[in-house]
Structure formats: structure tokens, C-alpha cells
């Protein structure tokens, strides 16, 4: 390994940055389960449910820009620890909120101060790890944190049953706080030796390959977190019929495979790319069985529901493939500006399908509390269209020529592949990062 020491590297470069996305995907998914809490406590309708829960996307898409620019300048450690500080207040304010206003405005927070959640963690793994290990780590980070949405079913559940949800976030503020002091004194600094590749932004949405595939990982992985975290619940409840009790056990096995879809996620790819395959044909793959489960539902199939549900909670983990793929295209000191340019797309794809969603379902009356199937179907069919585009933007031949021309236009120059090229092969061939015992802080 390319640390002084591998177990003390482990707990002080990973660790800490896991249990930082452990919290970010707790209070991204924890609102499936509080929705009728929150419902009945202060009046919220289904659109305005859908909006309150969707802002912590909107909001982390629009700062993964300026995140990722930090990241790359002030490191993982720094940034990651000040914007928790942020999360914890923001979950503080939710705690003690009695309006839609002041809930959406702490939701908002919560969502800025965990943006650098998993990039920080992943650009703490390309500054400590060899390179060919980033895949494997990037699988165990995306598990470890997706034991946050674990906790956020029948655990969060239980705790609910002798506490109110107000106190339960207050619990939540607190543990932020304090794993942000935990990072910001136990994670160690490193420099990066800076490399003679373009270092602008610009360089990443110039290239054709980011275009390629961006699209197809940010309408699978963002409509994968818009249905687990919130539309899976309300969809159990009014066409599949269940109880309370029934729908809690079904999104907790939902978030068991959501975890251990990651550890897979990061396995597989490991090891593709130890046989010269590319992690482009798994995310191709990946999508093409999302699609089938999405239209398992919206076609009423003849298969338990767990099914097609547990193939939409594991679509949640592909950032792994998508951002292993991110880090052959790009040099490391390009690592957090590309991997937030991605998450950009995903959180903001995130926000538009749920959002989106619940808009469509307001236009049908409910009956007794419950939205027809036809609603759900609507919904869930326009995303799935959405998906087929993007899948057959990935596969034709012709998506380099226009790319390259979206990417030129974007930027007022002509994209030169080359470019994209020569940035790898200088990522292959220059020495990046220094060595540990020369400029590591311990």
C-alpha cells in the first residue's frame, strides 16, 4: 500500500469518511420512513412532501461543483469536517421545526453539509490507496455509508415506537457534530504532486467519454435514490396493499441488498478489470436490468414485489461502477472536480424524479389516503423512457461525433479527443502521488 502503515491508514483515511456517508445516506433515505410522521404533524400534502425530501438533492447537486473544487484544493479532511458541522445544525433546526418553510430550509442545510459525503471519502481513497485497489475500496465505502439506509427501516423504526422523530434528529445533530471533529483530527493530510494535465473543470465536461456515460449513470443511480427514498413506500402502501409492519420489513431487506449490493458492486469490478474488461459493460448491464424491474412494476409481473424493489435498492450502489469508470478517464488532481461533476447529474436527476413524481401523483384524487396504480404507473414509465434514451445514447456509434460537438459548443472550443487521451496516458505514466514518508502528517 502506498501508506506508512495499512490497518492505521484504514482507520484513519476510510473509516471516518464511511461513517461521514453513513449519516449522508441515513438522512437522505430516513424520510421514507418518517413521511407519515411528518404528514401528520404538520399538515405537509404529497407534493409538498415530495419537494421537502427532494431539496436535500437539489441542494447537494447544486454544491457538488464548489465541493469538488475544494477538495481538490483544501483536501478531503478539511472540507469534509467543516461542511458536517453544517449538517448537524441543520439537523438541529429540523429537530425543533413547525413549519413547511423552516423544515424545508433545515432539510436544505442537512443536504449542503453532507455534499462532500462520499467524494471527499472517495478522493481520500485515491490520495492513500494504489490505484488498483480504488475499485474494491470504493465498494466498501458505498457499503459501509448504505448501512445508513439499513438503519433508517426497522432500526430508525423501533426507536420511533419510544421517541418522536423531533428527538430522533436531535440524536442525529449530534453524532454529525461529532464525526466531524472526528475527521478533522483524525484523518491525516497529504500533498499531491501536481502533474502536467490540464487541472480545469472545463477539461472534464470537454470530454466525449464523460458524456457518454454520464447520462446513462445519472438517470439509473438518481431515479435508483428517488424511488428508495421516498416513492418505494408510498407505492407498498397504495398498490401493493401493505400494512405498516409488512412495509418496514420489506424496506429493511431493500436496504440489506442495497449494502450488500455495493460490496458486489466493488468486488465485480475489481476483478473485471484485473481481466482487461472495462466497468462500462457492467454499468450497460446494470442498467439494462433495471429497466426490466422498473417495468416488472409498472406492469404489474406476476413476481413477488422484493424482487424487483431489491434490484432498484442495489441500481442505488452503482456509483461504484460509475466512478471507477470516473477515475480511468481522469488524473487524480482532477479526482474531486470529476466525481462531484458526476454526482452533479446524479443528485440533480435525483431531485427532478421526485419531485417530478410526486407532481404526477397529485393529479390523481386519492381515495382514502391511497393514489390509484394508474398514477404510480404514469410516473414510473416516464423515467423509465428516460433510462432507454440514455441507454441508446451509450451504445450508438454516432454519440462520439455529437458529444464532441455538445462538449465544443459548451466551452467555445472544438473537444479534442486526443486531449482526453493524453490526459490518461499521462495519469498511467507520471508519478502523482509522493511518497508517505516524505509528506503525510500521521
Not at 407 to 421: E, Q, R
Given at each position: 500500500?502506498?501508506?506508512?502503515?495499512?490497518?492505521?491508514?484504514?482507520?484513519?483515511?476510510?473509516?471516518?469518511?464511511?461513517?461521514?456517508?453513513?449519516?449522508?445516506?441515513?438522512?437522505?433515505?430516513?424520510?421514507?420512513?418518517?413521511?407519515?410522521?411528518?404528514?401528520?404533524?404538520?399538515?405537509?400534502?404529497?407534493?409538498?412532501?415530495?419537494?421537502?425530501?427532494?431539496?436535500?438533492?437539489?441542494?447537494?447537486?447544486?454544491?457538488?461543483?464548489?465541493?469538488?473544487?475544494?477538495?481538490?484544493?483544501?483536501?478531503?479532511?478539511?472540507?469534509?469536517?467543516?461542511?458536517?458541522?453544517?449538517?448537524?445544525?441543520?439537523?438541529?433546526?429540523?429537530?425543533?421545526?413547525?413549519?413547511?418553510?423552516?423544515?424545508?430550509?433545515?432539510?436544505?442545510?442537512?443536504?449542503?453539509?453532507?455534499?462532500?459525503?462520499?467524494?471527499?471519502?472517495?478522493?481520500?481513497?485515491?490520495?492513500?490507496?494504489?490505484?488498483?485497489?480504488?475499485?474494491?475500496?470504493?465498494?466498501?465505502?458505498?457499503?459501509?455509508?448504505?448501512?445508513?439506509?439499513?438503519?433508517?427501516?426497522?432500526?430508525?423504526?423501533?426507536?420511533?415506537?419510544?421517541?418522536?422523530?423531533?428527538?430522533?434528529?436531535?440524536?442525529?445533530?449530534?453524532?454529525?457534530?461529532?464525526?466531524?471533529?472526528?475527521?478533522?483530527?483524525?484523518?491525516?493530510?497529504?500533498?499531491?504532486?501536481?502533474?502536467?494535465?490540464?487541472?480545469?473543470?472545463?477539461?472534464?465536461?470537454?470530454?466525449?467519454?464523460?458524456?457518454?456515460?454520464?447520462?446513462?449513470?445519472?438517470?439509473?443511480?438518481?431515479?435508483?435514490?428517488?424511488?428508495?427514498?421516498?416513492?418505494?413506500?408510498?407505492?407498498?402502501?397504495?398498490?401493493?396493499?401493505?400494512?405498516?409492519?409488512?412495509?418496514?420489513?420489506?424496506?429493511?431487506?431493500m436496504s440489506i441488498v442495497l449494502s450488500a449490493g455495493a460490496w458486489l458492486f466493488g468486488i465485480t469490478v475489481?476483478?473485471?478489470?484485473?481481466?482487461?474488461?472495462?466497468?462500462?459493460?457492467?454499468?450497460?448491464?446494470?442498467?439494462?436490468?433495471?429497466?426490466?424491474?422498473?417495468?416488472?412494476?409498472?406492469?404489474?409481473?406476476?413476481?413477488?414485489?422484493?424482487?424487483?424493489?431489491?434490484?432498484?435498492?442495489?441500481?442505488?450502489?452503482?456509483?461504484?461502477?460509475?466512478?471507477?469508470?470516473?477515475?480511468?478517464?481522469?488524473?487524480?488532481?482532477?479526482?474531486?472536480?470529476?466525481?462531484?461533476?458526476?454526482?452533479?447529474?446524479?443528485?440533480?436527476?435525483?431531485?427532478?424524479?421526485?419531485?417530478?413524481?410526486?407532481?404526477?401523483?397529485?393529479?390523481?384524487?386519492?381515495?382514502?389516503?391511497?393514489?390509484?396504480?394508474?398514477?404510480?404507473?404514469?410516473?414510473?414509465?416516464?423515467?423509465?423512457?428516460?433510462?432507454?434514451?440514455?441507454?441508446?445514447?451509450?451504445?450508438?456509434?454516432?454519440?462520439?461525433?455529437?458529444?464532441?460537438?455538445?462538449?465544443?459548443?459548451?466551452?467555445?472550443?472544438?473537444?479534442?479527443?486526443?486531449?482526453?487521451?493524453?490526459?490518461?496516458?499521462?495519469?498511467?505514466?507520471?508519478?502523482?502521488?509522493?511518497?508517505?514518508?516524505?509528506?503525510?502528517?500521521?
Amino acid at each position: 500500500m502506498q501508506i506508512s502503515k495499512g490497518w492505521c491508514g484504514i482507520a484513519r483515511a476510510f473509516l471516518p469518511f464511511a461513517a461521514g456517508y453513513y449519516l449522508s445516506y441515513l438522512f437522505r433515505t430516513i424520510n421514507a420512513l418518517i413521511a407519515s410522521h411528518l404528514s401528520s404533524d404538520t399538515g405537509l400534502g404529497t407534493a409538498d412532501l415530495g419537494l421537502l425530501t427532494s431539496v436535500y438533492f437539489l441542494v447537494f447537486a447544486a454544491a457538488q461543483i464548489p465541493v469538488g473544487i475544494l477538495l481538490d484544493r483544501f483536501g478531503p479532511r478539511r472540507v469534509q469536517s467543516v461542511l458536517l458541522l453544517l449538517a448537524a445544525v441543520g439537523a438541529g433546526l429540523f429537530a425543533v421545526s413547525t413549519g413547511f418553510l423552516s423544515l424545508l430550509i433545515a432539510r436544505a442545510m442537512i443536504g449542503l453539509g453532507v455534499a462532500a459525503a462520499l467524494t471527499a471519502g472517495l478522493k481520500s481513497i485515491i490520495l492513500w490507496f494504489p490505484r488498483e485497489r480504488v475499485a474494491l475500496l470504493n465498494g466498501y465505502m458505498v457499503m459501509l455509508g448504505s448501512l445508513g439506509a439499513v438503519t433508517a427501516t426497522a432500526p430508525v423504526e423501533h426507536l420511533l415506537a419510544w421517541m418522536g422523530w423531533r428527538q430522533l434528529f436531535e440524536i442525529l445533530a449530534a453524532a454529525t457534530g461529532a464525526t466531524a471533529i472526528l475527521i478533522y483530527v483524525v484523518v491525516p493530510e497529504r500533498g499531491i504532486a501536481l502533474s502536467t494535465a490540464s487541472t480545469s473543470l472545463s477539461s472534464v465536461f470537454r470530454d466525449p467519454r464523460f458524456w457518454r456515460m454520464a447520462p446513462l449513470s445519472a438517470t439509473c443511480v438518481g431515479s435508483a435514490w428517488s424511488l428508495q427514498g421516498l416513492w418505494a413506500s408510498p407505492w407498498l402502501t397504495d398498490v401493493e396493499g401493505l400494512d405498516r409492519s409488512r412495509l418496514v420489513r420489506q424496506l429493511f431487506m431493500m436496504s440489506i441488498v442495497l449494502s450488500a449490493g455495493a460490496w458486489l458492486f466493488g468486488i465485480t469490478v475489481h476483478h473485471i478489470k484485473r481481466r482487461g474488461i472495462g466497468a462500462e459493460t457492467i454499468l450497460a448491464l446494470v442498467t439494462v436490468l433495471f429497466i426490466a424491474a422498473e417495468l416488472a412494476l409498472i406492469l404489474r409481473g406476476p413476481l413477488p414485489s422484493i424482487l424487483p424493489w431489491s434490484v432498484v435498492a442495489i441500481v442505488g450502489t452503482a456509483t461504484v461502477v460509475s466512478f471507477t469508470v470516473i477515475s480511468d478517464y481522469f488524473p487524480p488532481e482532477l479526482a474531486g472536480r470529476a466525481n462531484s461533476a458526476l454526482n452533479v447529474l446524479h443528485f440533480g436527476w435525483a431531485f427532478l424524479a421526485q419531485s417530478a413524481t410526486g407532481l404526477i401523483l397529485e393529479q390523481w384524487p386519492a381515495n382514502d389516503g391511497h393514489r390509484p396504480v394508474q398514477a404510480y404507473q404514469v410516473a414510473f414509465g416516464l423515467s423509465v423512457a428516460l433510462q432507454i434514451a440514455a441507454l441508446v445514447w451509450f451504445v450508438l456509434p454516432s454519440r462520439r461525433s455529437f458529444s464532441s460537438w455538445m462538449s465544443s459548443i459548451l466551452f467555445f472550443k472544438p473537444a479534442d479527443v486526443s486531449c482526453a487521451g493524453e490526459s490518461v496516458r499521462l495519469y498511467e505514466d507520471s508519478v502523482i502521488l509522493v511518497s508517505a514518508d516524505d509528506d503525510a502528517e500521521w
